[in-house]
Protein backbone atom coordinates (compact mmCIF):
# COMPACT_ATOMS: atom_id res chain seq x y z
CA UNK A 1 0.00 0.00 0.00
CA UNK A 2 1.69 3.58 -1.11
CA UNK A 3 1.83 6.20 1.54
CA UNK A 4 2.22 10.17 0.71
CA UNK A 5 4.20 12.22 3.10
CA UNK A 6 3.68 15.82 2.66
CA UNK A 7 5.87 18.36 4.03
CA UNK A 8 5.97 21.81 3.52
CA UNK A 9 9.68 24.04 3.27
CA UNK A 10 9.44 27.25 5.20
CA UNK A 11 10.14 30.89 3.75
CA UNK A 12 13.75 30.56 5.30
CA UNK A 13 13.88 27.09 3.97
CA UNK A 14 13.32 28.51 0.41
CA UNK A 15 15.69 31.36 0.85
CA UNK A 16 18.62 28.65 1.88
CA UNK A 17 17.48 26.43 -0.96
CA UNK A 18 17.66 29.21 -3.46
CA UNK A 19 21.02 30.73 -1.88
CA UNK A 20 22.38 26.78 -2.81
CA UNK A 21 20.64 27.30 -6.03
CA UNK A 22 22.36 30.54 -7.19
CA UNK A 23 25.90 29.80 -6.03
CA UNK A 24 24.98 26.53 -8.08
CA UNK A 25 24.02 28.79 -10.92
CA UNK A 26 27.17 30.77 -10.64
CA UNK A 27 29.44 28.36 -11.32
CA UNK A 28 27.63 27.47 -14.98
CA UNK A 29 29.13 30.12 -16.78
CA UNK A 30 30.51 29.15 -20.11
CA UNK A 31 30.32 25.91 -22.66
CA UNK A 32 32.79 23.78 -20.35
CA UNK A 33 30.55 24.27 -17.69
CA UNK A 34 27.77 23.88 -19.04
CA UNK A 35 28.84 20.52 -20.99
CA UNK A 36 30.31 19.41 -17.20
CA UNK A 37 26.48 20.26 -15.66
CA UNK A 38 25.03 18.03 -18.34
CA UNK A 39 27.31 15.19 -17.76
CA UNK A 40 26.82 15.10 -14.39
CA UNK A 41 23.02 14.91 -14.62
CA UNK A 42 23.53 12.07 -17.36
CA UNK A 43 25.40 10.39 -14.88
CA UNK A 44 23.56 10.94 -11.89
CA UNK A 45 20.78 9.73 -13.71
CA UNK A 46 22.36 6.67 -14.96
CA UNK A 47 23.71 6.14 -11.09
CA UNK A 48 20.20 6.23 -9.37
CA UNK A 49 18.84 3.78 -12.10
CA UNK A 50 20.95 1.55 -11.67
CA UNK A 51 21.16 1.68 -7.78
CA UNK A 52 18.62 -0.36 -5.11
CA UNK A 53 16.94 3.20 -4.26
CA UNK A 54 13.21 4.00 -3.23
CA UNK A 55 11.31 4.26 -6.51
CA UNK A 56 10.77 8.10 -5.07
CA UNK A 57 13.51 9.29 -6.04
CA UNK A 58 14.62 7.21 -9.08
CA UNK A 59 11.31 8.45 -10.50
CA UNK A 60 11.91 11.93 -10.22
CA UNK A 61 15.37 12.03 -11.18
CA UNK A 62 14.46 10.15 -14.57
CA UNK A 63 12.39 12.83 -15.98
CA UNK A 64 15.31 15.01 -15.74
CA UNK A 65 16.70 13.33 -19.37
CA UNK A 66 13.90 15.05 -20.57
CA UNK A 67 15.73 18.40 -19.97
CA UNK A 68 18.86 17.03 -21.21
CA UNK A 69 17.25 16.19 -24.47
CA UNK A 70 15.76 19.13 -24.48
CA UNK A 71 18.83 21.40 -24.40
CA UNK A 72 20.83 19.22 -27.16
CA UNK A 73 17.62 19.02 -29.59
CA UNK A 74 19.37 20.85 -32.38
CA UNK A 75 15.55 20.84 -33.98
CA UNK A 76 14.19 22.19 -31.06
CA UNK A 77 16.77 24.91 -31.20
CA UNK A 78 16.32 26.67 -27.70
CA UNK A 79 17.78 30.14 -27.26
CA UNK A 80 20.83 31.09 -25.42
CA UNK A 81 18.72 32.50 -22.56
CA UNK A 82 16.33 29.02 -22.26
CA UNK A 83 19.34 26.70 -22.58
CA UNK A 84 20.57 28.87 -19.65
CA UNK A 85 17.79 29.02 -17.94
CA UNK A 86 17.62 24.82 -18.19
CA UNK A 87 21.51 24.70 -17.19
CA UNK A 88 21.18 26.58 -14.36
CA UNK A 89 18.34 24.53 -13.16
CA UNK A 90 20.72 21.26 -13.57
CA UNK A 91 23.52 22.60 -11.69
CA UNK A 92 23.07 21.82 -8.64
CA UNK A 93 22.26 18.28 -9.57
CA UNK A 94 26.14 18.22 -10.38
CA UNK A 95 27.51 18.83 -6.70
CA UNK A 96 27.68 15.72 -5.16
CA UNK A 97 27.96 16.88 -1.54
CA UNK A 98 25.37 19.38 -2.03
CA UNK A 99 22.79 19.57 0.98
CA UNK A 100 22.74 15.71 1.94
CA UNK A 101 25.87 14.51 0.29
CA UNK A 102 25.30 11.94 -2.29
CA UNK A 103 27.48 8.86 -0.81
CA UNK A 104 24.98 8.65 2.25
CA UNK A 105 23.28 5.37 2.02
CA UNK A 106 19.84 5.10 1.36
CA UNK A 107 19.44 9.65 1.81
CA UNK A 108 21.82 10.95 -0.49
CA UNK A 109 19.58 11.22 -3.29
CA UNK A 110 16.87 12.51 -1.17
CA UNK A 111 17.62 16.12 -1.83
CA UNK A 112 18.23 15.70 -5.77
CA UNK A 113 14.83 14.01 -6.00
CA UNK A 114 13.15 16.98 -4.25
CA UNK A 115 15.07 19.23 -5.82
CA UNK A 116 13.96 17.19 -9.53
CA UNK A 117 10.16 17.78 -8.09
CA UNK A 118 10.79 21.34 -7.73
CA UNK A 119 12.87 22.00 -11.42
CA UNK A 120 10.60 19.81 -12.50
CA UNK A 121 7.36 21.78 -11.40
CA UNK A 122 9.33 25.44 -12.73
CA UNK A 123 10.00 24.08 -15.96
CA UNK A 124 6.99 22.23 -16.68
CA UNK A 125 5.62 24.58 -19.55
CA UNK A 126 8.97 24.45 -21.41
CA UNK A 127 8.96 20.34 -21.26
CA UNK A 128 5.10 20.36 -22.26
CA UNK A 129 6.10 22.22 -25.08
CA UNK A 130 9.04 20.22 -26.09
CA UNK A 131 7.14 17.44 -25.60
CA UNK A 132 4.35 18.84 -27.58
CA UNK A 133 7.55 19.66 -30.35
CA UNK A 134 8.76 15.75 -30.45
CA UNK A 135 5.54 14.67 -30.90
CA UNK A 136 4.19 16.70 -33.48
CA UNK A 137 7.89 15.77 -35.24
CA UNK A 138 7.24 12.27 -34.51
CA UNK A 139 3.64 11.92 -36.04
CA UNK A 140 4.34 14.29 -39.04
CA UNK A 141 7.32 12.27 -39.46
CA UNK A 142 5.25 9.16 -39.67
CA UNK A 143 2.96 10.92 -42.10
CA UNK A 144 5.22 12.33 -44.79
CA UNK A 145 6.76 8.39 -44.95
CA UNK A 146 3.54 6.98 -45.22
CA UNK A 147 2.64 8.96 -48.33
CA UNK A 148 6.14 8.14 -49.12
CA UNK A 149 7.64 11.54 -48.70
CA UNK A 150 11.71 11.82 -47.87
CA UNK A 151 11.09 13.00 -44.08
CA UNK A 152 14.31 15.20 -44.84
CA UNK A 153 13.14 17.13 -47.73
CA UNK A 154 11.48 20.85 -46.52
CA UNK A 155 11.90 19.12 -42.72
CA UNK A 156 13.12 22.24 -41.71
CA UNK A 157 10.32 24.33 -43.35
CA UNK A 158 7.86 22.37 -41.67
CA UNK A 159 9.10 22.02 -37.95
CA UNK A 160 10.07 25.87 -38.14
CA UNK A 161 6.41 27.08 -37.78
CA UNK A 162 5.31 24.23 -35.31
CA UNK A 163 8.44 25.27 -33.22
CA UNK A 164 7.98 29.08 -33.56
CA UNK A 165 4.44 29.05 -32.09
CA UNK A 166 5.93 26.70 -29.39
CA UNK A 167 8.29 29.26 -27.84
CA UNK A 168 6.00 32.01 -28.26
CA UNK A 169 3.62 29.84 -26.47
CA UNK A 170 6.34 29.12 -23.61
CA UNK A 171 7.70 32.33 -23.08
CA UNK A 172 4.29 34.02 -23.07
CA UNK A 173 3.39 30.90 -20.30
CA UNK A 174 6.56 32.12 -18.56
CA UNK A 175 5.60 35.22 -17.99
CA UNK A 176 1.74 35.38 -16.80
CA UNK A 177 3.21 33.00 -14.35
CA UNK A 178 5.69 35.53 -12.62
CA UNK A 179 2.77 37.20 -11.73
CA UNK A 180 0.36 34.76 -9.98
CA UNK A 181 2.25 36.14 -6.30
CA UNK A 182 3.69 32.38 -5.47
CA UNK A 183 6.94 31.24 -5.37
CA UNK A 184 9.62 30.56 -8.09
CA UNK A 185 13.06 29.22 -8.09
CA UNK A 186 15.16 31.75 -10.30
CA UNK A 187 17.10 29.94 -12.52
CA UNK A 188 18.18 32.41 -14.71
Known sequence: ???????????????????????????VRDEKAARHVEK??????????????????????????????MINDVEWKLSAEDRQR?????????????????HIPGLGFLDDAIYAEI?????????????????????EEARRAARGEDIKLGREEWLAAKRAALHKKMHRRRSAGRGRGEWHLRLF
Open 1 to 27: MPLDITFTLSDSDLVRFQHIVDHARES
Open 40 to 69: AARDLIEETGRGDLPEFITSRIAKLSVMID
Open 86 to 102: VIGALAYLCDPDDMIPD
Open 119 to 139: IIKELRNEIELYEEFCAYRKA
